[in-house]
């Protein structure tokens, strides 16, 4: 649970809704911000998945490149496990 919490509070940097906030948004475009970060999470929470996976199970070994052509749910099990045993 501490990984994954750090590596959402690393993308705190990536924020739509940070850097519009520094901007001065006003309140009722606050939403807006914050479903672009939203979707943004759950859009890179496959690939957190499988790192966290790998650090505890294979702890020292890469993850492959991220496959474009896959869905959410076919990135983690490809990326974590399937081809845990190459690496």
């Known amino acids: 649970m501490t990984q994954l919490g ?4 690393a993308l705190n940097r990536e924020s739509s809704f ?8 006003k309140k009722s475009e606050y939403w807006t911000h914050t479903l672009d970060d939203c979707l943004n ?4 929470l496959p690939a957190l998945a ?5 650090n505890i199970y294979k702890p020292g070994s890469s993850l492959p490149p991220i496959d474009k052509n896959l869905d959410l ?3 983690f099990p490809i990326s974590a496990i399937l081809l845990s ?3």
Not at 6 to 9: M, Q, S
Not at 50 to 54: M, S
């Open 6 to 9: 750090i590596g959402v509070a």
């Open 18 to 25: 940070q850097a519009a906030y520094e901007r001065g948004i």
């Open 41 to 44: 999470l759950i859009a890179k």
């Open 50 to 54: 499988a790192r966290i996976y790998r």
């Open 73 to 75: 749910v076919g990135k």
């Open 85 to 87: 045993e190459h690496a």
